[in-house]
């Protein structure tokens, strides 16, 4: 059973900056993408970044601010977000595809607060 294991969120002032980690007990290399979503209070879940072998993509929102990476040795992805905004506040879920089935694995969660 794959995990996906979300840390790094917290309470963060306006224009602060946070990093999450996503670390997945299976050989990153067994995932096609790579994503960070997040999800607001009444508001549906939204890709925020999405990062493959070859290439990044992020939502018009975050770009600029945001930067999605991973550490193969360590199966780990990141999210590093500067810049932050009130409006950046939510639950932040990793997701994972898989290669071979397609399936989709997502984390826990981790709730990022931007306030003064």
């Known amino acids: 059973q794959v995990q996906l294991v979300e840390s790094g969120g917290g309470l963060v002032q306006p224009g602060g900056s946070l990093r999450l980690s996503c670390a997945t007990s299976?050989?990153?290399?067994?995932?096609?993408?790579l994503a960070w979503y997040r999800q607001a209070p009444g508001q549906q879940r939204e890709l925020v970044a999405i990062?493959?072998?070859?290439?990044?993509n992020y939502a018009d929102s975050v770009k600029g601010r945001f930067t999605i990476f991973r550490d193969n040795a360590k199966n780990t992805m990141y999210l590093q977000m500067n810049s932050l905004k009130p409006e950046d506040t939510a639950v932040y879920y990793c997701?994972?595809?898989?290669?071979?089935?397609?399936?989709?694995?997502w984390g826990q969660g981790t709730q990022v607060t931007v306030s003064s």
């Open positions: 997701n994972a595809v898989g290669t071979l089935y397609r399936i989709n694995y």
């Open positions: 299976a050989n990153i290399f067994s995932f096609s993408t």
């Open positions: 990062i493959s072998t070859s290439s990044t």
